[in-house]
């Protein structure tokens, strides 16, 4: 596709359950970027990938929240044993990187997850 | 650490009328800036950017912002409000450089109201 797109845009959860959020970025992007935006709030860096490789995870808030990107393209956020403090949309961004240029990041949709 | 703040949580302006968001940041280091507009149930769409060069950046939508080093500040304007533009308005700052150097923090966001 043209742009970043996220799965699922809604998931609902009751406290304790695992959620896996997957994103798709644009083809041939380099970086990929993990936020997390609570209501009301500007979102917040959970984690980055450059490639397959996850470079910093500095954002993760606990160690429930798990990151993958096995092949370089799509990735995957995992959290587990959910709580209602997850409760928030999370933001994947993705872009080029060319060596000491600052590249755009390109936002997905989000997914709006609510822990019951 | 970088950090956004953008005083104004709320804005109401009538359509026609012009417009200024403030956004005000901390950086130790020359900034990145950004402005993203969010509307609901939307991802985060760049409006305009600034790297370096001329201080008056002009970006799609008919909006501009301008970076003042001095009052390390990035404030937002467009000068006739479309109702259409009602949304969400988050300014960023990001580090230069690729990789996790540019990961962007966010303010709160500045919610704008048009009234016709």
């Known amino acids: 596709g043209a742009g970043v797109s996220q799965s699922p845009r809604y998931k609902v959860a009751k406290r304790g359950q695992d959620v896996a959020l997957r994103c798709d970025p644009i083809?041939?992007?380099?970086?990929l970027f993990w936020y997390q935006q609570a209501l009301g709030q500007g979102p917040e860096f959970l984690t980055y990938f450059q490639n397959e490789a996850q470079l910093d995870k500095s954002g993760l808030p606990s160690d429930r929240f798990f990151a993958e990107r096995p092949e370089g393209s799509v990735s995957t956020l995992k959290i587990q044993r959910t709580q209602q403090e997850d409760s928030a949309v999370y933001l994947c961004?993705?872009?080029?990187?060319?060596?000491?240029?600052?590249?755009?990041?390109?936002f997905g949709p989000g997914t709006r997850l609510t822990v019951l | 650490a970088q950090s956004v703040t953008q005083p104004d949580i709320h804005i109401t302006v009538s359509e026609g009328a012009s417009l200024e968001l403030r956004c005000n940041y901390s950086?130790?280091?020359?900034?990145?800036l950004f402005w993203y507009v969010q509307s609901p149930g939307q991802g985060l769409q760049l409006l305009l950017k600034y790297f370096s060069g001329d201080t008056l950046v002009q970006g799609i939508k008919g909006f501009e912002a301008e970076f003042k080093r001095s009052q390390s500040s990035f404030n937002l304007r467009k000068p006739s409000v479309h109702w259409s533009d009602a949304a969400e308005y988050f300014c960023?700052?990001?580090?230069?450089?690729?990789?996790?150097?540019?990961?962007?923090?966010f303010g709160t966001g500045t919610r704008l109201q048009v009234t016709l």
């Open positions: 083809s041939g992007h380099v970086s």
């Open positions: 960023a700052v990001g580090g230069g450089g690729t990789g996790t150097a540019s990961k962007l923090t």
């Open positions: 950086y130790g280091a020359t900034p990145y």
């Open positions: 961004a993705s872009s080029w990187t060319s060596g000491g240029r600052y590249n755009e990041q390109f």
